[in-house]
């Protein structure tokens, strides 16, 4: 389990941004960390991209964040369970925050 509030924030999804041919999930600090397309394909997003969405949807609210709600942290690992990523696999928002390279 992640115990960090500021990792959590990164590498976990906030909500999802749904665009016409798939999904990208975001972090709290607004900035995408993974897409996955209609076909399930997931790939890392760089945190300054620009997303282009159709809608947004969140998984919690600032009454409720997983750092301090072990439901909305399920919410949150469940989400990325769901499309087979694993909670060791970090997001390129946290690599960048903290400075490491893909292979750390």
């Avoid at 790939?43 to 620009?50: Q, S």
């Avoid at 009454?63 to 909670?87: A, H, Q, T, V």
Wanted: glycine share 4%.
């Amino acid at each position: 389990m992640m115990r960090s509030r500021q990792k959590m924030m990164l590498c976990l999804p906030y909500g999802v941004w749904i665009e016409r041919d798939g999904w990208v999930l975001f972090n709290r600090k607004y900035q995408p960390i993974w897409r996955i397309t209609m076909h399930n394909k997931i790939t890392a997003v760089h945190p300054d991209e620009r997303i282009n969405y159709e809608k947004q949807e969140f998984l919690y609210n600032d009454s409720n964040p997983p750092w301090l709600n072990r439901d909305s942290y399920r919410k949150c690992r469940n989400i990325l369970n769901m499309f087979g990523i694993p909670e060791d696999r970090l997001p390129l928002a946290y690599m960048i925050a903290r400075g490491l390279k893909s292979n750390d």
